[in-house]
């Protein structure tokens, strides 16, 4: 059901049993002014996806919530009728569309979908007319047999509709809902989005969502995306579709359009995903291996493309555009199954390629990163898993990009992983760490760099040998990466300098609280490697690294941390960071004990706080 935060709804006296009937029908009628549509944007680009259609009541409307209404026309009979009101006028709304949309249209009530053949069938004609595909959210009120819920699901894919369900649902598990139903899309409620950026237990929740969704092959549409922090959280946790004030207010159909306000979104959140997502080699990968393709637009005939595809025996698809914006892709080998029965090139020959055309392609700006390309043309439905990948830049057609490619491009990228990687800890070596700071550098991001160092390794390693050394380091290398899935960001960074010292690169704004519970998980498990436990019971004789004799209870850990938030992106260097963090260094390495020490980046220099 609609957010009420975001559908306020009007108190008024409630009306006698007889006028409540004039009233419903008259409010019926009115549809236009209380049908809202909030669109729904791919999160990799920013791009338009659909709309979900929302029942915001007006003053006046006779019902004091939606809730009301509902249950009113569910205790009257009068549920298809507030339906048709409400879908009629969204199919009306978006008829003349400039581009193919998806129509997201909620099923009320509680006893399922409810849905005759009758409203299928008209509801289907009123889709091919138009360039409207319609996907039903099934209510998350539902109380009735599940078995005969999932009937109903399978009888609506019949006839070409797809289905939404809530992350909530009442009296099941949502897991075994998702699992048992198999939508097409699954809804993260905004309850579960709003604030997650700062709340880790809503984190752990919505990537387990994404994350079971994405074996169940469901796409992922996360609302309540109002905040930039909760919007780069969601980016990072790999979902695919998002909606929410920063993607674009609520609407009314006459004021809905894809025009300059859209594109401009559409720019600031393609360019908020690179940002964001995190750092992979041969990031800029799509620009290497992206592909000319054939296009033509929406009206071109069918026989056309045909003669287009047995000429051209090597091309597997082409683009269907409108402008130079793609709207759908058509695969040779659908499209000839398709017209190979009995009446099929006789019935479509002659119209338009827009009624065969794929409507839903997979499309991804040009500065994707490749794992993220894979990951996404992988979770595709099986039979489209090996489809084209349309390439855009800002939403303008590029290219494409085969399967293939994109796989051999991330084989190639991780055994160039694999080549810099520690032997010890697996973690990115040098090479890589450069690069990650060249990158958040370029991008002129805020980002803080915890240098990590420990006390004493040299006489940790010679007193007890370098097994027991290594097994330091990898403990060391294992925290680092807990402590920043615990209190980091998503695309966080923990590479590996070299011996016994690592570095972090976060995004997060609590660095007091990373940087504590990498102490503390440090000084807890350390104790492991020493013999009977001693470390923190014994006082050590040690000889430090200038050869001379301390007291102390053994190995600690030093974290040097340099906040880049204020600097210029054109002329600060990997020097000048090098510099300023070796003093933070200094400064923790002659501090007694386990500490951090924290300087910050400026413009032109690093002044330490």
């Not at 989005?193 to 969502?209: C, F, K, M, P, W």
């Not at 925290?479 to 976060?506: E, M, Q, R, W, Y």
Request: proline letters at 4%; one cysteine or more; aromatic letters at 8%.
């Amino acid at each position: 059901m609609p957010d009420p935060d975001l559908c306020p709804h009007f108190e008024k006296p409630r009306l006698t049993e007889q006028d409540d009937d004039i009233e419903f029908l008259h409010l019926m009628d009115r549809a236009p002014e209380w049908v809202r549509y909030r669109p729904v944007r791919y999160l990799s680009t920013g791009q338009l996806h659909g709309y979900y259609v929302h029942v915001c009541l007006p003053q006046g409307a006779g019902f004091d919530t939606l809730e009301s209404l509902i249950a009113n026309a569910e205790q009257t009979g009068r549920l298809r009728t507030l339906h048709q009101a409400v879908w009629q006028e969204a199919m009306g709304s978006f008829q003349s569309f400039p581009r193919q949309v998806v129509l997201f249209l909620h099923v009320y009530g509680s006893a399922g979908l409810g849905l005759d053949p009758a409203q299928l069938e008209s509801l289907q004609q009123q889709t091919q007319e138009t360039l409207v595909q319609v996907v039903f959210e099934l209510s998350p009120t539902f109380a009735g047999d599940f078995e005969v819920l999932a009937g109903e699901v399978s009888e609506v894919r019949k006839y070409g509709f797809k289905v939404c369900m809530k992350s909530s649902w009442n009296g099941y598990p949502w897991p075994l809902a998702i699992a048992r139903l198999h939508p097409d899309y699954v809804k993260a409620d905004a309850i579960l989005t709003r604030g997650a950026s700062a709340n880790h237990t809503q984190v752990i929740a919505l990537e387990t969502l994404v994350e079971l969704a994405r074996k169940l092959n469901c796409h992922v549409i996360v609302e309540g995306l109002d905040q930039e922090a909760d919007l780069k959280l969601t980016m990072g946790l790999g979902a695919q579709f998002g909606t929410g004030e920063l993607l674009g207010p609520l609407e009314q159909g006459h004021t809905v359009h894809a025009g300059q306000v859209q594109q401009h979104i559409q720019a600031q959140i393609g360019r908020m995903f690179a940002q964001y997502h995190g750092y992979v080699p041969a990031k800029a990968g799509l620009e290497k291996i992206v592909r000319p393709v054939k296009t033509v637009h929406e009206g071109t005939r069918v026989e056309e493309v045909v003669h287009y595809l047995n000429a051209s025996a090597l091309e597997s698809g082409v683009v269907v555009t409108r402008g130079n914006e793609p709207v759908g892709l058509v695969i040779r080998e659908r499209l000839f199954q398709r017209l190979a029965t009995k009446y099929g090139y006789s019935l479509f020959g002659n119209k338009a390629i827009s009624r065969l055309m794929e409507r839903d392609p997979l499309v991804l700006e040009i500065d994707t990163p490749l794992e993220t390309v894979s990951r996404l043309a992988m979770a595709r439905k099986y039979e489209h898993v090996y489809d084209l990948v349309i390439v855009t830049r800002l939403g303008q057609l590029v290219g494409v990009v085969t399967v293939q490619d994109i796989l051999n491009a991330v084989t190639s990228a991780q055994i160039e992983l694999a080549r810099d990687a520690n032997p010890l800890t697996g973690l990115p070596g040098n090479r890589r760490i450069e690069q990650e700071i060249l990158w958040r550098l370029s991008s002129g991001r805020a980002f803080t760099i915890i240098y990590t160092d420990l006390d004493y390794f040299k006489w940790f390693n010679d007193r007890f040998g370098f097994q027991k050394g290594d097994l330091v380091i990898g403990y060391t290398a294992q925290v680092l990466k807990d402590s920043a899935a615990a209190f980091g960001f998503p695309g966080d960074f923990v590479g590996h300098i070299g011996g016994d010292d690592f570095i972090l690169i976060t995004e997060t704004d609590d660095v007091e609280q990373l940087c504590s519970d990498i102490i503390e998980r440090f000084e807890e498990g350390v104790t492991q490697y020493y013999p009977n436990g001693a470390h923190g019971t014994e006082d050590f004789d040690i000889t430090d690294r200038h050869g001379q004799r301390v007291h102390s209870n053994g190995l600690s850990i030093s974290l040097s941390v340099l906040e880049c938030r204020e600097y210029n992106r054109t002329t600060t260097s990997l020097e000048l960071i090098s510099e300023e963090a070796g003093e933070l260094k200094k400064r923790a390495k002659n501090t007694f004990g386990s500490v951090y020490v924290r300087g910050a980046l400026s413009d032109t220099n690093a002044a330490i706080e």
